[in-house]
């Protein structure tokens, strides 16, 4: 029975997690359509914040709450399952091809997070020197892409903008989208990091393994299923661009942001497997980037057959 309870957390707390961040883009949309705040500018924060809300609430409170081990296999979980899930389900529907503008770029600057990553867990705790470093290279990003180097792709947002698709438009409806926003994260990421370690002291696997797994599958859920919906469309191609910022924001926000609030112990654990794996999927995404080839449903297959071979290897 325990178990049932913290299943019903994990899975409310994910449900809250959706919604807040659901709620909060398109309040942060509806105000800059309403406003003179041009939609780069809200593409490029509230928008990009947004959609890595979900982790950043689970690694922030996750490490406060003594269970550091769920924030750093959030972060790397949700990295390797971008790669191996988030881009193996929509090629399944149709292709995508590797050859957007500036696309290498932000692939270069992933692999460069990725080690960076990889040299902070070997010197481990991340402190908050560390965070400060981390969240001082993700507003360089911010502002360079603010300012057309393309770092960190805004098609989702600017294509709602266009779209205009369930946005709010009266003032009291945006604050209140934004309100229910900003409430409902927290409270879903508590649950979420309650059913977790309860689930995992129920199984007899460490917080680690639950932050790698279960955690890291549901808070990646937001941008699973923009991709699938893009590829319905056939406009899977931006999906790449998008798996490539979120990485990047993955490492730079929500490590920064968590290690600026609380040091941060790494498991060795994680420096034995799950960040080489991690980098392996970035090396394999920018191979592709680079020689500028086709994610065909072979690979699609293969992705998600590593994704499920990872998952039963952890545990």
Known sequence: MPEFIDFLKLFGGFVYLMMGGELLVRGALGLSKESSIPPVIVGMTVVAMGTSAPELM????????????????????????????????????????????????????????????????????????????????????????????????????????????????YPSTITLFIVLGVVSLPLGADLVVSGGV???????????????????????????????????????????GNVVGSNLFNILAILGITALLTDIPVDPQFLRFDLWVMFACAILLWLFVLLRATITRVWGFIFLGGYVSYLVAIY
């Not at 490490?63 to 899930?85: E, F, M, Q, T």
């Not at 319905?232 to 999906?239: E, I, R």
């Open 58 to 169: 689970v690694s922030t409170f996750s490490a406060l709450s003594g269970y550091p081990g769920i924030a750093v296999g959030n972060v790397v979980g949700s990295n390797i399952a971008n790669v191996l899930l988030v881009l193996g389900v929509p090629v399944l529907i149709y292709p995508i091809v590797c050859n957007q503008d500036g696309l290498l770029r932000q692939t270069n600057l992933m692999i460069g997070t990725s080690l960076l990553l990889i040299v902070l867990c070997v010197f481990e705790p991340i402190s908050f020197l560390e965070g400060a470093l981390l969240v001082s290279m993700l507003v360089f990003f911010l502002i360079a892409a603010t300012r057309g180097a393309g770092l960190i792709p805004i098609d989702d947002a600017e294509e709602e903008m266009d779209r205009g698709l369930g946005l709010p438009t």
């Open 198 to 240: 309860g689930l995992a002291s129920a199984w007899g696997v460490s917080e680690a393994v639950i932050g790698l797994s279960l955690i890291a599958l549901g808070t990646s859920l937001p941008e699973l299923s923009t991709t699938v919906v893009a590829a319905l469309h056939k406009s899977s191609d931006v999906a790449i």
